[in-house]
């Protein structure tokens, strides 16, 4: 138990898919996990365990932003012995070559959020995907057919930010923005755990363009399934 997580020792398994949304996380014990139990409750931030081809696992949604995320991934990992956590979101799309539907493997994470900033000075940490989860749910795109890019993301403490903030990144080959990965990173590499965050480009910031409800939905599928391959694979 923790000021979060009501769970017990022993009631996560040590990979943990990290949704920010709650009810997201219910759908993923209910779609994917079989004998899935609800670990946790606090602030309906729901949390499960299951299995998935009969190895454990489980699902803890992270609430949005970078705060909250660091907190669920601090937990999760020094009370309850997570070793593996892989983010599955949405995306903004802010460079041409992804499109609606492609798939980001996060290999690392900018931010314009402050607490590494204090963290690492005079430093700028540059936080990285764990490369043995990266590769995995590669070679899983790849196999399944998915169109997934792996490049950098920028972790952005805004969602309702100026026209053209991202500008500058794109320029230097960012691929989309979102509001987690970079410290899930930190937070992991930090503690030897590995991460890695798994994003669909939900709507696209160049042209406006977004997902109707139903690709949304069957694009989540997809990228679920590579998270929990991939996962389980590394
Ligand atoms: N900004 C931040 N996070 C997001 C976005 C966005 O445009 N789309 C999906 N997650």
């Not at 996560?12 to 139990?37: M, N, S």
């Not at 026209?163 to 923005?177: I, N, P, S």
């Amino acid at each position: 138990m923790t000021p979060h997580l009501e769970a017990k020792l022993g009631d996560y398994a040590e990979t943990v898919l990290l949704p920010g949304d709650p009810l997201r996380a219910k759908w993923i014990a209910e779609t994917f996990f079989e004998d899935a139990r609800q670990v946790n409750g606090i602030r309906n931030c729901l949390g499960f365990t299951g299995s998935y081809k009969s190895r454990p696992i489980s699902v803890q949604a992270t609430g949005m932003g970078q705060p909250s995320t660091a907190i669920y991934a601090h937990e999760l990992i020094h009370f309850f012995g997570v070793k593996t956590l892989v983010r599955v979101g949405t995306c903004g799309g802010i460079h041409p070559s992804v499109k609606l539907r492609d798939v980001i493997l996060a290999q690392t994470a900018s931010t314009d959020n402050g607490m590494n900033r204090a963290a690492f000075a005079p430093f700028e940490f540059a936080p990285a995907a764990d490369f043995g989860l990266l590769r995995a749910a590669a070679g899983e795109a790849e196999r399944r057919g998915i169109k997934a890019h792996v490049g950098g993301i920028v972790s952005s403490d805004l969602f309702y930010g100026p026209e053209g903030r991202y500008q500058v990144l794109t320029d230097h080959g960012v691929l989309g923005v979102e509001m987690e990965a970079n410290t899930l990173y930190t937070v992991a590499a930090r503690a030897g755990a590995k991460a890695l965050a798994i994003c669909t480009m939900s709507d696209c910031l160049i042209t406006g363009a977004a997902l109707d409800p139903a690709s949304r939905q069957s694009s989540l599928t997809e990228m679920v399934t590579l998270a929990l391959e991939a996962a389980l694979a590394a």
